[in-house]
């Protein structure tokens, strides 16, 4: 092997949520060696994400104590108000749980600590690396080129193959990986900053509007985001990636506006990212598996997204270790699993969408309806 080749038993594209649990799963329960790739250098603002109490439970799991997080890591919530089927609000934080006792996550300090962790149990950790080919051998092991800006290109020959890229699913894409995307919904958000604390700041709002709905949520140190969740193609024929019409639409809110009167931007520009639902079928790959996100991805409503990405990650992790050690297992199994549950969501959905009456001519709510 060349001196810039590594070997490892199993290879992880995307340090997320997803990425660096199926990591820390491996690296508690079995003897594996675990790499972990991911593209971004691990910095800079990331929306954060409502979650129950029972993420806790989950990092119990993966050996992770609460007190082993950066001070507010999990800010207190203060409710979610929802302007949804009516003007009157509902304080319903999810669509699909009635807990009460719920945390909003400083996802920054939150995926760093999860990654700090793979490290310190002895996983490899390469960020800033882009992963640019992907090889089969003939044994289904696999020959990964990375690229990182200073160390240059190097291989890494790995046993198994796990994307956890999220919604975009990367790695499946490249693979031909099958699919079934059953959306094309975009978040287009722009961050701000609130001057001076205040509680009515910390609660998350959501409202729908004849385009799609808006969400606003406390970020840490007092900045927050605004997001507009709509179709691409509305995207693109209203210009919502531009600040003017943007902006023009958050004026055109009855409640978003308000929570964000006091606030200043934080961005030159609208981000725009994919908030599709969506869902891979890799069996036809072997020593390959998809995990949170890249796996099957659910609409922002559902508030399904970390604890569906974590659990994914320990299951796909649990079957990654039995088959590395010669178990035979049901390889029909996870996605049965996966496709029941995506099922599930798409009715609970479009329920959900269901109760939006006001505008059920417009093209939005008409896709959903």
């Known amino acids: 092997m060349e001196k810039n080749n590594r070997k490892t038993d199993v290879l992880i594209v995307g340090g997320g949520p997803a990425g660096a649990s199926a990591a820390l799963s491996l690296l508690n329960y079995s003897s594996l060696e675990v790499t972990l790739i991911e593209q971004s250098n691990l910095e800079g603002i990331r929306v954060g994400e409502h979650v129950s109490s029972h993420i806790f439970d989950l990092l119990g799991h993966l050996k992770m104590d609460r007190s082993a997080f950066e001070e507010d890591s999990f800010l207190p919530s203060y409710g979610n108000t929802a302007y949804w089927g009516s003007d009157i609000p509902s304080t319903n934080h999810s669509i699909f749980s009635s807990e009460n006792d719920t945390v909003q996550l400083d996802r920054e300090k939150f995926d760093f600590q999860l990654i700090k962790g793979v490290a310190e149990r002895g996983g490899h950790v390469f960020p800033r690396t882009k992963c640019i080919d992907f090889k089969q051998l003939k044994n289904g092991h696999w020959s990964i ?19 956890a890229t999220g919604r975009n699913a990367n790695i499946c894409r490249q693979l031909g990986v099958p699919s079934q995307k059953i959306d094309s919904m975009m978040g287009v958000g722009m961050f701000f900053k609130h001057q001076k604390q205040n509680v009515k700041t910390r609660e998350h709002i959501i409202e729908s509007t004849p385009l799609g709905w808006w969400y606003s949520a406390l970020l840490p140190n007092n900045k927050c985001v605004a997001t507009f969740f709509t179709d691409a193609d509305i995207v693109s024929e ?14 055109e809110t009855q409640f978003i506006k308000h929570h964000l009167a006091e606030a200043t931007s934080l961005s030159a520009k609208p ?34 997204g970390i604890g569906s990405a974590i659990t994914s990650a320990c299951h796909a ?28 969501y798409l009715s609970h959905r479009k329920q959900f969408y269901q109760k939006e009456k006001r505008w059920v001519s417009s093209t939005f709510w008409e896709r959903r309806n």
Do not use: C
């Open 271 to 304: 981000w725009v990212r994919n908030a599709s639902t969506q869902i891979s079928d890799p069996r036809t790959r072997k020593n390959f598996m998809a995990i949170g996100d890249a796996a099957s991805s659910f609409d922002p409503i559902s508030s399904m």
């Open 238 to 251: 209203k210009k919502l990636n531009k600040t003017d019409q943007w902006s023009e639409l958050l004026q």
């Open 145 to 163: 080129s990375l690229k990182h800006p200073e160390k240059g290109e190097f291989k890494i020959m790995a046993k198994y193959l796990v994307d």
């Open 317 to 344: 992790a649990k079957r990654i270790q039995l088959q590395l050690s010669g178990q035979t297992i049901d390889n029909e199994s996870f996605q049965r699993d996966l496709a029941r549950n995506f099922d599930q």
